[in-house]
């Protein structure tokens, strides 16, 4: 089943307050995360990653360092978990899937003409199809932005479910490049149509366009999923992406998770960050905390 | 189907509830076994050799033992607040007793730490509000307030102001030091000087303040404290020499003091209960609607005066806000009030917990549909579970009476005109909320809402910019602004 059968009103969205969203984001970055609770929280943050590499200079060399690592972030500290996906170009999904073998890390393909989506629609099929067909576990498509902006809201919602359904098995994730919707009355209507028109993740930002991956944008997408839960039974995962570099923000992020969705999206099934740099800060921190001191940048490889 | 569907659906909050303890440390704040009064600049033993004790609400532990004030040392402390305002205070010109709260201000910011500690443990109220809220609010009314003491000329244009005299203050125990600051600041801008009286159970932030404004050089006698209960109260409010009544607290007493100084020349201003009508309109931002009546009616355990402790839901939004309400009231974490985590910290005292239980216990009688969170509470100390009503009737006690307290009494409406007289059929009026994502309506209400305060989309904001007081029940006369100045001056 593609689209669920609950036909949604678009023109008439859910409100979002600007100063009450961003008032209660940063209500919980006031949560102070000790002891157990961070070391918890920090593997359970590695464990969500997307290791990312999306650039027009990426080389297979460096695809295969970057599997490499996500399957052994920092083998000093014996028991941590690996990453949940690495991040590629559809060009790249054949020697991600290679160098990944059965090590259960997902292969994720961004497709659809990423980042910009400018390209006709069968361009876009051709692409996931492609993805798909070199391994990819799971899809990043990004929606067209232009159309939705005009306020073309069926065309957005036909061009999600046309891509869903040339991936087969492979999870979709829809990007709405929240930081060209500007508003969070926009990115609450994108968050509906991606999610009614067959979306298993909604994520912010292709990572290309500032500002990416906001708490008080991702707290507006979680409440979106919240709502179209209650209303359908059928959950939805959220993947933030661009800008979280920074453990003491992913932890503040999975408190905001922990306490707007609840447990049952406490793990990677239903929630990934989408970072290239946010591994080694995590490390640093996870080493600070059994060693009780910060060691240098330098002892942790950069991929 | 999906209707169906959606009753099972539940979203799981212990894990959100269960983080490691954050503690802040007691050790940051020092508090003496045993205060005195504070009169004429000095720390002094009570005439009559009594105490009593202050205690930790949190833990049922005391916390340190407190002079009680009786007849005479309130004539003494008002003698010395009338030498000073006579010799010193009312003839300094403004810009040098600016130079006084100024410094009062920053030194309240210096020991910030201290004073949010302090506050909670002798309150209950979580360390996360007194830090982010009851302290700087604190430091920004005296900061505000000195701005305006060359600057009276400008408050009232064209008019010629002089100060009352003696102000005699009486403050609650809910906002300790924020309450102290609400009366100071604006009085000593003036020209006025100050007896003031904190509450029995939280005296010891005011009593740290004493000792800031003993620091801070303030000429002696200008303001101060004594501590004692309702007799202690009384003395300030029947002594002859006190120009100004200054009071915040229960309607109750508001009436008793009312009464007292009736054929007297003094002047009052009387902030007193509430029972605030909160309005969630159909078209608003639903989200941070509801987020809005969590803070207004869960902030500081329901322990404010302009609580939003009335919820009225359009009815088609209804099930929707109940909904979000109760998994909401799982998010929070009650406990501990030094945790920084803490939401919700413990019931100010026993008295005050068997009210608000007695409260729950006639809502249940009434017929209304409890429902309260799943959270664990601690072993010791007073604390009481957040607790929402639904099937509430408008002639129910819960909807009608203040309990002061983390419950709130959920009702729906269908129009605008049936939603302004439910919100208005109150003997209070201190403030009231509205949520809606059109201007229009959001005029249409405040206009109409006989409230002192009215928000909308937002609850419980307070700047020492704006005005705050009450209609009806809810008292008389403004703080805060520049209406908290026309409290403390005589124009002419």
């Not at chain 1, 359908?232 to 995962?237: H, L, M, N, R």
């Not at chain 2, 909050?13 to 205060?35: G, H, T, V």
């Not at chain 2, 109150?426 to 009215?454: C, E, H, Q």
Request: aromatic fraction near 8%; charge should be positive; proline fraction near 4%.
């Amino acid at each position: 089943m593609i689209a669920t059968k609950i036909i949604p009103n678009f023109s008439s969205p859910a409100h979002v307050d600007q100063v009450g969203i961003e008032e209660r984001a940063s209500r919980f970055t006031k949560r102070s995360i000790k002891n157990e609770s961070k070391v918890n929280g920090l593997k359970l943050a590695l464990n969500m990653i997307d290791l990312t590499t999306l650039e027009g200079k990426d080389t297979q060399g460096k695809v295969k360092q970057l599997c490499y690592k996500a399957q052994h972030l920092h083998d000093v500290y014996p028991g941590l978990p690996t990453v949940a996906a690495v991040c590629v170009y559809p060009s790249m999904v054949k020697t991600a899937k290679t160098a990944l073998g059965n090590s259960g890390i997902k292969v994720a393909s961004v497709a659809t003409a990423f980042p910009s989506g400018q390209a006709p629609r069968d361009v876009k099929i051709r692409d996931t199809k492609y993805a798909v067909q070199n391994g990819a576990d799971e899809v990043d498509m990004v929606i067209s932005r232009g159309k939705f902006l005009e306020g073309e809201y069926n065309f957005v919602f036909d061009e999600i479910a046309a891509i869903k359904e040339a991936c087969g098995n492979a999870r979709l994730k829809v990007i709405l490049e929240t930081g060209e919707l500007v508003t969070y009355d926009k990115v609450r209507k994108a968050s509906d149509i991606a999610m009614y028109a067959g979306a298993d993740f909604i994520k912010t930002s292709t990572g290309k366009i500032s500002p990416a991956a906001t708490m008080p944008v991702t707290l507006v997408m979680l409440e979106a999923i919240r709502d179209f839960y209650y209303k359908t039974g059928k959950k939805i995962a959220m993947k933030p992406a661009g800008g979280i570099s920074k453990a003491k923000l992913a932890l503040h992020y999975l408190v905001m998770l922990n306490e707007v969705l609840g447990e049952d999206w406490m793990n990677n099934e239903w929630f990934r960050f989408g970072a290239s740099s946010l591994a080694n800060d995590i490390l640093m921190q996870l080493m600070k905390q059994k060693t009780g001191v910060y060691q240098s940048a330098n002892y942790f490889s950069i991929d | 189907m999906a209707t169906k569907k959606s009753n099972t659906i539940k979203l799981k909050f212990d894990s959100a509830r269960n983080l490691a303890p954050a503690p802040e440390s007691k050790s940051a704040a020092k508090i003496d076994p045993q205060y005195e009064l504070f009169i004429n600049g000095k720390f002094e033993k009570p005439s009559g050799k009594k105490y009593f004790a202050s205690i930790n609400p949190a833990t049922e532990e005391k916390l340190s033992m407190i002079a009680e004030a009786n007849d005479a040392d309130v004539n003494k402390a008002v003698k010395a607040a009338r030498a000073a305002y006579e010799n010193v205070w009312k003839k300094m010109p403004g810009a040098e007793r600016a130079k006084y709260i100024y410094r009062i201000a920053r030194m309240i910011q210096e020991r910030a730490r201290e004073f949010a500690i302090i506050e909670t443990l002798d309150g209950g109220k979580p360390i996360r509000e007194s830090r982010d809220f009851d302290v700087p609010t604190a430091a920004n009314h005296f900061f505000y307030y000195a701005g305006w003491a060359d600057k009276l000329e400008y408050a009232f244009p064209n008019r010629h102001t002089s100060p009352l005299g003696v102000a005699g203050q009486i403050i609650p125990w809910n906002f300790p030091l924020l309450m102290a600051a609400w009366k100071i600041a604006p009085a000593l801008a003036c020209g006025n000087t100050v007896v003031i009286k904190p509450a029995e159970n939280t005296s010891l932030t005011a009593l740290k303040l004493a000792e800031i404004i003993q620091e801070a050089d303030l000429p002696a006698g200008v303001v101060n404290i004594i501590t004692g209960a309702g007799a202690t109260g009384a003395a300030i409010v029947n002594h002859p020499d006190v120009n100004k009544i200054a009071f915040t607290g229960s309607t109750e007493v508001g009436k008793i003091i009312q009464r007292a100084i009736a054929g007297t020349n003094k002047k009052a201003t009387l902030e007193l209960g509430g029972k605030a009508a909160n309005i969630i309109f159909d078209d608003a931002p639903i989200d941070q609607a509801v987020e809005g009546v969590i803070n207004g009616i869960f902030f500081n355990q329901g322990h404010v005066c302009c609580a939003g402790s009335r919820l009225y839901v359009q009815e088609s939004v209804f099930k929707e806000v109940v909904r979000k309400l109760k998994d909401r009231l799982e998010s929070l974490i009650v406990g501990d009030p030094m945790d920084k985590n803490t939401d919700i910290g413990a019931i100010n005292s026993k008295e005050q917990l068997n009210i608000i239980n007695n409260y729950i216990k006639i809502g249940q009688q009434e017929g209304a549909e409890m429902y309260q969170s799943s959270a664990s509470l601690p072993k010791r100390g007073f604390y009481c579970r957040p607790t929402i009503f639904t099937n509430v009737a408008q002639s129910n006690r819960i909807a009608q009476e203040e309990i002061f307290g983390p419950v709130l009494a959920i009702q729906s409406f269908r129009t605008d005109d049936e939603v302004i007289e439910k919100a208005n059929n109150t003997p209070y009026g201190l403030s009231a909320g509205v949520w809606t994502d059109k201007g229009s309506k959001i005029f249409n209400m405040t206009t109409k809402l006989r409230a002192g305060v009215v928000w909308a989309n937002t609850f419980n904001k307070f700047d020492p910019t704006s005005p705050f007081g009450g209609y009806k029940e809810s008292g008389y006369g403004r703080e805060g602004g520049v209406h908290g100045l026309a409290a403390y001056v005589n124009i002419v």
